[in-house]
């Protein structure tokens, strides 16, 4: 089951990878100019105008990124609790597995608090990745 539930996750990241040396490929060609990016918070600045192929190259990689991040976040019924049981004991996974029932619950209490709170699963996890990922792009 955590074979099955990481291949998401690496699919995800698979075409992060392939967006990049794409990328990179066409910059070092000309046929796109490199763009000299850095982030402030989950704010970007770039140093010329995007066009659409950056726009294309900067969407791909950062809706890989948080549909990757997101889903290995281990909460049931994300794809993160599944790869945790898989590495868990037997009677641990057990008990991991009847939180299940409550995973949605627990995700979106998570979500609607981090809109109220400085606990934001996107600051914390997201964001991260999303930049990590921008700079291997862009940088």
């Given at each position: 089951?955590?074979?099955?539930?990481?291949?998401?996750?690496?699919?995800?990241?698979?075409?992060?990878?392939?967006?990049?040396?794409?990328?990179?490929?066409?910059?070092?060609?000309?046929?796109?100019?490199?763009?000299?990016?850095?982030?402030?918070?989950?704010?970007?600045?770039?140093?010329?105008?995007?066009?659409?192929?950056?726009?294309?190259?900067?969407?791909?990689?950062?809706?890989?990124?948080?549909?990757?991040?997101?889903?290995?976040?281990?909460?049931?019924?994300?794809?993160?609790?599944?790869?945790?049981?898989?590495?868990?004991?037997?009677?641990?996974?057990?008990?991991?597995?009847?939180?299940?029932?409550?995973?949605?619950?627990?995700?979106?209490?998570?979500?609607?608090?981090?809109?109220?709170?400085?606990?934001?699963?996107?600051?914390?996890?997201?964001?991260?990745?999303?930049?990590?990922?921008?700079?291997l792009l862009l940088g």
């Amino acid at each position: 089951m955590a074979i099955t539930a990481a291949a998401g996750p690496l699919s995800n990241l698979t075409l992060i990878i392939l967006a990049i040396i794409v990328y990179k490929i066409l910059s070092l060609t000309g046929l796109v100019q490199s763009i000299d990016i850095y982030f402030s918070g989950s704010n970007m600045y770039a140093s010329r105008d995007i066009n659409l192929v950056d726009t294309f190259f900067i969407f791909c990689v950062t809706i890989n990124s948080v549909l990757m991040a997101f889903n290995l976040i281990p909460i049931p019924p994300l794809d993160g609790s599944k790869i945790l049981m898989g590495f868990l004991p037997y009677r641990q996974a057990e008990k991991y597995e009847s939180l299940s029932r409550y995973g949605m619950l627990i995700l979106i209490g998570i979500l609607i608090i981090g809109n109220y709170t400085r606990f934001s699963i996107f600051d914390l996890v997201i964001y991260p990745v999303i930049n990590l990922f921008l700079g291997l792009l862009l940088g």
